[in-house]
């Protein structure tokens, strides 16, 4: 059975770094890709950013691009999002999810539709 479990959320400063992961376990050769997305309270699941799985090839939120980056660690099957300069307006439940569907390039993986597995979500609160 595929999992994503995510981690690495929590109290932070802001203009702080955070490094989120996201791990998988499992049928992991079954992955297509794997995405993050965000979820502020009382706000729509917002993408952040996905990656092709085994490789370094990525696409971003627009809005995001800049602070937000995606690295891969596949001899430990797990993914990690950096974020630099975080701000209170990045206060929210991250969410890590995967898709076992091919859609033929990574800019296609950008709703939560496209993915067909997640995680529980990691909390961030940004506060001073």
């Known amino acids: 059975q595929l999992q994503v479990v995510e981690s690495g959320g929590g109290l932070v400063m802001p203009g702080d770094s955070l490094t989120l992961s996201c791990t998988a376990s499992?049928?992991?050769?079954?992955?297509?890709?794997l995405g993050w997305f965000r979820q502020a309270p009382g706000k729509e699941r917002e993408f952040v950013a996905a990656?092709?799985?085994?490789?370094?090839?990525?696409s971003y939120a627009d809005s995001l691009k800049g602070r937000f980056t995606l690295s891969g660690d596949y001899a430990k099957n797990t993914v990690y999002l950096e974020i630099k300069s975080i701000r209170p307006e990045d206060t929210a439940d991250y969410y890590c999810a995967g898709s076992r569907t091919y859609y033929g390039g990574i800019r296609y993986y950008a709703t939560p539709r496209d993915f067909n597995l997640w995680g529980q979500g990691t909390q961030v609160t940004v506060s001073s």
């Open positions: 990656i092709w799985w085994n490789s370094d090839i990525t």
């Open positions: 499992g049928r992991t050769d079954s992955l297509t890709a």
